[in-house]
């Protein structure tokens, strides 16, 4: 009778570890999208969590709170980026010589992965100390490999780079939302 019941167990004890192996090899949940609405058109945004997860969660809260709206696009470089994050936008003149060097008031440690800087892709700028991003981001206008490695690279644009080839300094953002796939 005892041996019965210590195959029992055995048994369940397979069949349960099965069963958890099963669920452990879910799918995640997919990254939602963003949608950012600028005066000239929408812009449609994929993100890339299992490369860059701090920066994705990271540019999604300020989303969610709003932190975007309102902001004006601070640096164009043709053929480069397109570039914004600094809520200083949403209130200094575009001559400020403060323009450009705002953010949320905290930083995040760096990502930096394999993907590379091609044309729509999303980095998170930085000063020269690695860990230093925290809001501005910067739309890919050409291939830049020279970053690869050295930025964190956390999504691509997926619908609207005619939008963003059009936009200027002083351009500003209605507002991002995030949106489920």
Do not use: C
């Amino acid at each position: 009778m005892r041996r019965l019941l210590f195959v029992a167990l055995v048994l369940v004890a397979f069949s349960a570890s099965g069963a958890l192996g099963q669920a452990s090899k879910a799918k995640p949940a997919p990254a939602p999208n963003a949608v950012i609405a600028f005066e000239k058109g929408d812009v449609t945004l994929e993100f890339w969590p299992g490369d860059a997860p701090n920066h994705v969660k990271n540019f999604l809260d300020l989303v969610r709170k709003g932190f975007y709206d309102g902001q004006r696009v601070h640096r164009v470089e043709p053929g480069f980026v397109v570039q914004f994050g600094d809520p200083q936008s949403k209130t200094l003149p575009m001559t400020d010589p403060r323009i450009g060097t705002g953010g949320p008031g905290y930083t995040i440690k760096g990502e930096f992965n394999k993907r590379p800087f091609d044309r729509g892709v999303l980095g998170m700028a930085r000063t020269q100390d690695p860990d230093s991003a925290g809001s501005q981001i910067y739309i890919m206008l050409g291939p830049a490999h020279f970053l690869n490695n050295q930025y964190t690279a956390f999504g691509r644009v997926t619908k609207g780079m005619d939008v963003v080839d059009k936009i200027k300094v002083g351009d500003r953002i209605k507002s991002i939302k995030v949106v489920q796939k």
